[in-house]
């Protein structure tokens, strides 16, 4: 029941909240309050159901990923929910934006908690679409651009999905998802299988070379949209992964190779072309492809073999979780700046900071944390080059670093409001900071065995307080800091860019459109010219139509039929068909 | 052969009565006309539920009327039959009452209400025929009945699209009939499901049964719109919205596509088919089909007009699923029969009610419907969702069944027509969604008809939300007992148990 | 030679000439003739057989059918000519024009 | 010798026919077809068809010949005036409707050939069939007439003799359908002709005698009751020309009974001896002579009223011109 | 033969009418109507006791004069002539009732009108004296009745278009019976009898009777308006007031295919080749394009179903290549005979009724616009909707569609073509099946048209439009009793029999 209740909830909260009139205030409890049967998943460990009337049998349960997944999910759309209720209030399209919101909530919720392909593909779809709707909400130009591109890497993205699973299934011979990773080590065309999925999950993860559509979504989207967008939503593909990954079962180096290479490629890239920026959203989707990018590393290494899924899968949700709460909080930190006044801004900025942080994986947070696991694998691993990889996350580190700096430098440039107080979605943003990533480090989420393997009986706080892993955790950050406020103070080489990013939003995505407009062109050309000639085609109809009312075609056979009338015709005719007789009956 | 039972006589004279009663009313005779139409339908469905009912008990109901040596009008159930015959059933009496609603104030309702049920009078008896002559009498009674429903508006288009219509179906149901009686002079009458005739002929003279079955598939290939014998289907879409929900998804182009599942499965046999290698070409010319017919339907701007391309591309996913050997393919195909009916008749009641409500015909005059007549555009964008394939509407099954049976049977291409059919499907249905919920309207229409607190009249918004409603239900609860696809998978998993 | 075969190639020969003149001839008289002369060529072959089966009288049945065919003619022939008076009578046509 | 005469009479009417048809006048034409019914006639004779020979002479010759002679005074004599050129008498060159163009004509001058060397040498070849000369001659006693050609049109054939007369009637009929009934149309009034009416006076009685010879003779010898009607036929034929035409006096139910008598009598002879037991027309052999008579008679009144009834019809035509469609 | 029960209804079937007929003379315009009427009524009753008693007893004979074959002449009805007396009786009656009711409509139009009594019954002794007729002269007098009496009835109206045809008819129609009695002539004298069941014995090939056979077809052909010798048919039932068109065609021409079919089958056998029914064939599978085509490009109705005829009547012609067997194969092994034999009787049934219906309906069409012209057919489905349905119903007939007996003429002449491998006709059969749906619905599609500018009609009686629909109707219901049907034309012995043709070099090579 509690399973149905997730997915419905949201699905009721959406169509309650939507339908709420203008003025009357509860649509954020509502959203909030639809969350709580997930919040209850993540937190309590309910044995799975199987609901055998719905869809094409449907299989709910959760493993300690999900449940981690799902718990940083319902904490985004809870805290999001409840932003957006104050936050949107006098919007006049919020109900729409509450009904995509729900939707999006109800398939979020959904794909984490089905075990089955089709209705984790239902939901998957269901959230891509309805965030559609979250992405388009503001109705600008840039958002409806935005929201076209999205779409059309959606569809890109579950045209290989539907390929991946149909091959999936088939070789596993059953819908469940547990049983696809062994099946899919065992399959000649694994790998291939695999490769579609990650393709069809990237564009939702924002893997290179597929991320181009989310640093121009994200920001399109209203603050509390981006927030689950870049904090819940995005992970939904990363899920997919996990869910398709034969972690620990194979050696697929070259995939693996790939994956660690292009997720180093994503960290680091990302950064800087986000560095170029000059929208904090844009900036805070770069940083979010950035952070996917290492998640995608954790994966590579686990594809390498050698190190069991067990670990490797709750180590990329804890991963997950933390970089997840902290871009939630950054997100809807963007919405503050212009509303947050007095007294009050220093506590924002506190929270931002310690967001920021979090995310570039300071000392004394959660990021730190999550990213240490990483570099333990990346110790650990067999997988060639896994010393330049190490080397390549300290300078992603720095990266992350310098980024959020100028996030936050951004931000500082919004003019504060002219009198104290803080707006009422204040609060939800607030509270988020509670379930944030320090609780990675939390028995309640850290299985105990990761745990083992990451400190080696010396317990979570040994290792929390170590000094060594704290500088190695400081300097990279110290570094990004001073390089950006060196920068910052001597911008006097007025070289960075304040009013147009260096690099357009969704930079690659540009290369296409350019190489693509005379590709493009000839294709117009073609189709125009193709539409042309079927319309100048004729059906057979129309040329049988043509042929029987043409003039000369009823004069040939009124011809015809008045030569068959003359008499000696009719002569003529007697004596062929009696000659003609004669010799046959000879 | 079974008991005689007069119950499947009963159901193909629960419409043909009320027609032909129809026919004798008065014009102005409106609410005993409307008494008779929806007390045939309702009584129609209620049968089909009894025998349903009683098949799955174990009882069999046949009706045999000898009509020459070894010629017999043969009317028998079986889950096949009441399959299809259940979606037309039920479908008939959303679409009556939409058409009820439609037609209101309009011309010539007598003629228009007694075709109306000659027409799905034909479909039953396609779906109950016990055997291929008593098929193809009712695959051209269909012909003729629905003559004078696309040609209803009387307008030269109107007129002229009935002329390409007959030309089309004529001519297929006489290459037809070529085929049905080259079969009856090679394998004798052949009942359905008695596949154990050909396959005992199959050896013996594979060219003629090859030639026969082409013939016969020709035939078929006409109503279910396969290319190049689908000209008449986008043409008759001038034909009123209740016409082109039978045409498109209650009665016509299902026959055809039925047609074809019966010479398939229950004529020839799965094995004979491969033994020939019979179901290539079906394979290929469906799979052309299906994306020439999205091709073609991105070019149209007219609604219905793109809808009736649609139709032909998503007609073939059932030759297409029928064409490849497998359970799940079957299954798939026989399910899309159901799935792709209320979907396309939600699509097609929905663009009725925008045309009736507002007199938009035009997809670039959508813009923003979407906030005026949400119900209706809502249901329409859950069918589009369908079309396309996503879950967890109905479409989605059909096509996840295809495309898990083409991987299944090794045919890779055919899951790239399906991807490829689906990213069509998605650029041509997107965009009516995008305007209808994301565009402003340049100015505000005022509506044409009056249509009180709903968006429209309420016969004509009833209907579409019961069939949307149908299409995400047959998704959602697809795995339920008694969803279309159980049923479909039943029939399939006994066709190649055999 | 038997004069019973000189009358009866004869009357191919009618035939042929009455049958020619009903595709040849235009004026309707000359075909209405025409179809007599063919009549009289069949007739001539009946009589011609029966004067060959011939015992102590000629075969009587064909002569029967002769006379029975004859009044037949005759009636066909003069309904014919009224209705090709009657075409005169009201157009002035004497032969089939090419529209009729 | 007889050969001789045999094949002189047969190039003769081949000749006959041939320029019957192929004559420029339509006169000449008319009287060549006279001509070629007498020739015919002969032949008939010298086959030893007496009966067949007054039957052709009386129908096919004189009837036919005079309803002929009676249309040429409506046709044009010379065929087809009016589609010459008035003043050259040439036809139009290029627009000769008149006579087919060659190539049709040579196809069927050659098909003609064909078809008659095709039927030549079938007729030659014909075998002996014997027809029912010995058949006839075995049941002529029981016939109840002595003539045999009168017994198997009377009795071994009755019902194509009946149906013969109805074929009459509805030759009459079908004359009325063209026509319109003109019958009553004409006024008595007495021929203007002297010579006519001294024709008439004489005719009359000598053809009615003649015929009423033929029609009782006929149970024995040559003749009968077609034969017969012609005479009398040829009497009310006399008296229309004279100007008495005898329909126009007669009450209409008199002539439909005189014209319908010898059918509906033979008929209901027919069903009165089927109501007996026998078959139609299955004579007691006892009373099959006296039947035969009274059918004969009766049939040749009306055959004859019938006759008469057609050519006046036909003749009045032409004295009735105003009479025009009644609807276009 | 002659030892076959003795009934007094084959001689009943051909008095009856004629006494009628005759009878009907003594009455005034009204009076023959009415006894015409009831004439037709006491005929279609006969004939239907007629057929019961041929169903109980089988073949029943009547021997007239009580003089047996070959000198007399015998009357026979076995259950084929049955078959078409019934349909003849059927078909006769419905056409009676219209008549009247069109002859009243139009009273003062035309003088000729009365006589169409007098002469459509002589005409109706005449069909049943040719069914009934078992003698080859006999057959000659029965259809010049017919022809006489056809020509008569055609002419009625007394237009100048009807009176050309009907002299063009009636030249035909002796043309035809003249090379049918020279072909008589030749057979009698070769074998001295003209009794048919005789002759299937006596008859010896040679080259008169190949000869006999050579001037009967075509002679026959004429008078059955086969391809090429239909041109007197279009004009002749085109001009017609519309009950005679639909007697014309409905009944008039079959009676020479009957004769044709049962010269072929019961007497010729002995020199026909294989090669000789594919002609005819070949002229049927013509007659079906080329009638079919030609109606298709008519713009007027009467003209369309006229034209129709002559497609129609190619479809019997094509019955003749399937019963000519190929050398080599016996009656008994060939089992395409009785599909054929099946397919010809019901086109000619399926054809009397749905044609019937046709020109019935053109009838009352012309009645209410006045004129036939399709362009102004326009929005007629609307104005008279029992009209155009009739139409449809027997298109659909002709076209042979299910459930119609046109369907099951054309199913069991397919049926025949595969089964006998000459599969070379169903080409023509379903082209000519296509261009009839092309006619068809080119006149619906008029019918439902919009109307420019409504032409006033003019009211028709009511009664008149339910006969032509019922007409239409029969030709669907006659496929309900189909299966007893052919079981009683199986007692026949005519009836699925076939012709073993000669083996090699025809009569020459057997000298």
Partial sequence: ?586 | METTSFLPLLIIFSSLLPGTLILMLREDQSALRTFLNLFGAVAKVGLIAWVFAGYLRGEEYGFILPLAPDLAFVLRVDQLGLFFASLSSVLWLVTTLYAIGYLEGGKHRRRFFAFFSFCVTAATGIALSGNVITFFIFYEFLTLSTYPLVVHSGTDKAVNAGRTYLWYTIGGGTILFLGVVALFVVAGPISFGQTEVIASLASVNPTQLTIIFFLMLTGLAVKAAIFPLHGWLPISMVAPAPVSALLHAVAVVKAGAFGIIRLVYDVYGIEVAEQLNLLTPLAVFAAFTIIYGSVRALFQDDFKKRLAFSTVSQLSYISLGVAITGVLSSAGAIVHLVHQGIMKITMFFAAGNVAETYGYKKISELDGIGRRMPLTMGVFTIAVFGMIGLPPVAGFISKWYLGLGAVEAGSYWVVLVLLGSSALNAAYFLPIVYRAWFCEPEHEAAPLRQIGRLETQALLLIPVIVTGILSLAAGVFAAMAGSPLSIAREIAEKLYLL | MEAYKIYSLTSAVLFVIGIGGIFIARHFIKKIIATIIMGGGVFLCFVSFAERDALNFADPVPHAMVITGIVVAVASAAFALALARRIYQLTGEESFTKDQ | MSVLIDGILAILAIYLALQCLMAQRLTQTVFLFFAFGLALALAWIRLGAVDVAIAEAAIAAGFLGVLLLDALRDFSPTFSQKQKNPETGQNPPGKDDNKPPFLPRLALGFGLGLFLLISLEAIWKTPEGGGLTAASEAFLPESGVEHPVTAVLLNFRAYDTWLEIGVILMGLLAIFVVGGIRLYSRPFTAAQDPLLRQVILFFTPVLFLFGAFLLYFGKSGPGGAFQAAVLWGAIGILLHLGGRPVFSVMPRWLLQLILTMGLGFFLLLGFLLMATGNALFEYPPAYSGIMILIVETLAAVSIAAALTAIFANVNLMKEDPNQTESTT | MTDLPTSPFPALLVGLPFLLATLSLFFSSKGKAVVGLIGSFLTALLAIVAFVEVTQQGTVIHILGGWEPPLGILLRMDSLAAVFIGMTALVGVFISLYARGYFRAQEDSSEGFPLFWPLWLFLWAGLNGLFLSNDLFNLFVTIEVIGICAVALAVLSGKKAALFAGLRYLLAAITGSMAYLFGVALIYGSTGTLDLALLGQVLEPGPTTTFALLVITPGLMIKMAGFPFHFWLPPAHSSAPAPVSALLSALVVKGAFYILLRLWTEVFGVSLTFAAGQLIGVAGAVAVIWGSWQAFMQTSLKLIVAHSSVAQLGYLLLVFPLLVLAPGVTADSADWLSPAWTAGVYQVIAHAFAKASFFLSAGIIIMAMGHDRIESFRDLAARMPMTVMAIGLAGVSLIGLPPSGGFMAKWNLLQGIFLSGQWWWAPAVLGGSLLTASYVFMLMRLAFAPARKKEPLRPVPFRLQVFALLLALGSFLIILPAESLIQFLESSQIFGSGIESIVEGGVYGND
């Fill in chain 1, 1 to 586: 029941m509690i399973w149905l209740l997730t997915i419905i909830l949201p699905l009721l909260a959406a169509i309650l909240a939507a339908s709420l009139p203008a003025g009357r205030r509860g649509s954020g409890l509502i959203l909030a309050g639809a969350t709580l049967p997930a919040l209850w998943l993540g937190l309590a460990e309910v044995s799975g159901v199987t609901a055998q009337w719905f869809l094409l049998e449907s299989h709910f349960f959760l493993d300690t990923p999900r449940r981690i997944i799902l718990l940083l999910t319902g904490v985004l759309w809870a805290a999001s929910g409840l932003f957006a209720g104050s936050y949107l209030k006098d919007d006049e399209r919020r109900s729409e934006f509450y009904f995509y919101f729900g939707a999006a909530m109800s398939g979020n919720f959904g794909l984490l908690i089905s075990g089955d392909v089709a209705s984790f593909y239902t939901f998957f779809a269901l959230m891509t679409f309805a965030s559609y709707g979250l992405v388009i909400h503001s109705r600008t130009p840039f958002a409806r651009r935005a929201a076209r591109i999205y779409l059309v890497m959606a569809i890109i993205g579950e045209l290989f999905l539907i390929t991946a699973f149909y091959l999936a299934v088939q070789s596993a011979g059953s819908m469940l998802l547990t049983d696809i990773p062994a099946a899919l080590a065992e399959a000649p065309n694994g790998p291939f299988i695999f490769l579609l999925g990650l393709i069809g999950f990237g564009v939702k993860v924002g893997a290179i070379p597929l991320y181009f559509w989310l640093p121009l979504a994200h920001p399109a989207a209203p603050a509390p949209a981006s927030a689950v967008l870049s904090g819940a939503m995005i992970k939904a593909g990363l899920v997919g992964w996990m869910h398709l990954a034969p972690v620990g079962l194979v050696e697929w180096s070259a995939l693996s190779l790939m994956m660690v290479s292009l997720g180093f490629a994503a960290a680091i890239g990302a950064a800087i072309i986000g560095l170029a920026q000059v929208d904090p959203k844009t900036n805070l989707a770069y940083s979010s492809i950035s952070q996917m990018g290492v998640m995608t590393v954790i994966l590579g290494i686990g594809l390498y073999g050698g190190i069991p899924a067990g670990l490797i899968l709750p180590a990329i949700a804890l991963y997950a979780y933390n970089h997840g709460t902290a871009k939630a909080l950054l997100f809807l930190g963007t919405a503050l700046p212009a509303k947050v006044g007095g007294y009050w801004r220093i506590l924002m900025w506190t929270v931002l900071g310690i967001g920021v942080l979090a995310i570039a994986g300071a000392p004394l947070t959660g990021g730190l944390w999550t990213k240490y696991l990483v570099k333990t694998f990346l110790g650990e691993t067999t997988l060639p080059g896994a010393q330049t990889f190490l080397l390549l996350l300290t300078l992603s580190a720095i990266t992350t670093t310098l980024l959020l700096s100028r996030f936050l430098h951004l931000l500082h440039k919004i003019k504060a409001p002219s009198e104290s107080g803080a707006p009422a979605f204040f609060l939800p943003w607030i509270l988020l900071l509670l379930a944030g990533g320090w609780w990675t480090m939390s028995p309640a989420l850290l299985p105990a065995d990761l745990m083992n393997y990451i400190t080696k009986d010396k317990g979570i706080l040994a290792f929390f307080l170590n000094r060594l892993t704290n500088w190695d955790a400081l300097w990279p950050v110290t570094v990004g800091v001073i390089l950006m406020a060196f920068t910052l103070r001597f911008a006097t080489f007025n070289w960075w860019p304040t009013k147009k990013p260096f690099v357009p939003p969704g930079d690659f995505l540009h290369v296409i459109l350019l190489a693509g407009e005379p590709v493009a062109k000839v294709i117009r050309k073609g189709i125009a010219l193709l539409q042309s000639f079927m319309q100048s085609l004729h059906t057979p109809e129309e040329i049988f139509y043509r042929i029987i009312d043409e003039k000369r075609t009823s004069q040939i056979s009124a011809f015809g039929e008045a030569i068959l009338r003359r008499w000696e015709f009719v002569g003529i005719g007697f004596f062929i068909f009696f000659i003609t007789l004669f010799f046959f009956l000879r």
